[in-house]
């Protein structure tokens, strides 16, 4: 069953915390300027360093090795292959892979807590916590120590951890693949052989999966599954700076390090691109961050004013949803303001076009909003300049 908790709050320990939210929010508030900040320089700077990089790269083979090209910018394509296998050595599971990953779960119980609040009158708050469990899967240890409700126990830790097993002679080509490499491939599930002398009571239930318990279809509390996913040896493109039989990332003139991989056989003008179209997307999530931890922020800072109105609760609500609009507004227009701001310094030119643009628009609204009115006063129209002498 479902425990519920109900908790009556004070006007005054609201007001209390609303004062600490309203000191907190200049901490959030500069925090956000700051990343909004930083995402412009940052974004700007991996977009000079990745179009050098296309300006800069040259293609060459994967096999033989060029002394030529060793320390420049190279991009070529190739399989990643190794002549060894990778093993577990904890359950005895082979593949002829270059990676092989271990994902351990154990079978839990998982306490969920959703908390409904109302306003009461006189600016008290009843806040009800209701407590409720269910059974997963989970791939960490969930400490039940801490549930509201006794009865729910689950062990202590995990008989087995995730871990990640590769191999040490990867090559691309005829040069070395090292684990930035092989970590950017594509994998599978990996499907089981029957041999094997599993630990500890476990046992091969299917395909894909190393079982400890009773039946898989019914599993109970402390079961545990294990499963595996394996990176094949498959073709990869990477675009890095050469280094004897290695590969290093390339500092470009704008000082970001340059080390791109994708699987597939990719030319140099697609990874830049890829790459391109993944920075702009960074850039624009971090934008939308910083806007709401502004809006947060400023959220927090009109705090008290709805918590002061929450004496009346329909009051309060109305003073919430206001505060909350004005919020909205100021931490759209504070972050603009610092985008258009980090524009001027590390992008002059766009921030330029950018006002000059909205001169325009607001001169030439002006102008249009003008002659209604001057027609609605009985202005005549102002009188074209005479013609110039002859």
């Known amino acids: ?3 519920v908790v109900r908790e009556n709050i004070s006007w005054w320990s ?3 915390q609303s004062f600490i939210g309203f000191l907190l929010s200049f901490v959030i ?5 700051l990343l909004l900040a930083w995402n412009e320089h940052r974004t700007l700077k991996n977009y000079k360093g990745l ?3 296309g300006e800069t790269v040259q293609s060459v083979s994967a096999d033989p090795i060029d002394p030529s090209v060793d320390g420049k910018l190279i991009h070529f394509s190739a399989e990643v292959r190794s002549s060894q296998g990778v093993r577990d050595p904890d359950f005895g599971i082979e593949a002829p892979a270059l990676v092989l990953r271990r994902s351990v779960e154990m079978y839990q119980w998982r306490e969920k807590k959703e908390t409904t609040e109302r306003d009461k009158l006189g600016g008290g708050k009843e806040r009800v916590t209701t407590y409720s469990y269910e059974k997963v899967w989970d791939d960490d240890a969930i400490n039940s120590s801490d549930f509201q409700e ?3 126990n689950n062990p202590g830790s995990m008989p087995y951890q995730d871990a990640r097993f590769a191999v040490t002679d990867a090559r691309i080509g005829a040069r070395r693949a090292a684990d930035n490499i092989l970590n950017a491939l594509d994998s599978s599930a990996l499907q089981l052989g ?3 002398v599993f630990p500890d009571g476990f046992r091969r239930t299917d395909a894909e999966t190393i079982y400890r318990g009773g039946n898989p279809a019914s599993p109970q509390i402390g079961d545990v599954r294990v499963r595996y996913r394996a990176v094949p040896p498959q073709m990869a493109s990477v675009i890095a700076q050469a280094n004897g039989d290695g590969l290093l990332p390339w500092t470009s003139p704008a000082g970001t390090e340059i080390f791109l991989v994708e699987t597939g056989q990719q030319t ?3 990874m830049v691109e890829h790459a391109q179209s993944s920075n702009s997307a960074l850039g624009w999530v971090l934008r939308a961050v910083g806007f709401g931890l502004l809006w947060i922020a400023f959220s927090m800072m009109l705090g008290p004013l709805k918590t002061i109105a929450a004496v009346l609760p329909p009051l309060g609500r109305a003073v919430g949803m206001f505060t909350g609009g004005v919020a909205f507004v100021l931490a759209a227009v504070m972050a603009s303001v610092t985008i258009v701001l980090s524009w001027i310094f590390v992008r002059p030119l766009w921030a330029v076009s950018i006002v000059l643009a909205i001169i325009a628009v607001i001169a030439m609204w002006s102008r249009k909003s003008a002659r209604p009115a001057q027609a609605a006063a009985g202005m005549p129209p102002p009188m074209p300049p005479p013609p110039p002498p002859r």
């Open 1 to 3: 069953m479902p425990v």
């Open 14 to 16: 609201r007001l209390k």
């Open 29 to 33: 508030v500069i925090a956000a300027l």
């Open 51 to 53: 179009r050098a990089a």
């Open 150 to 152: 006794s009865g729910h």
């Open 194 to 196: 029957e041999a094997g």
């Open 268 to 270: 140099a003008a697609a």
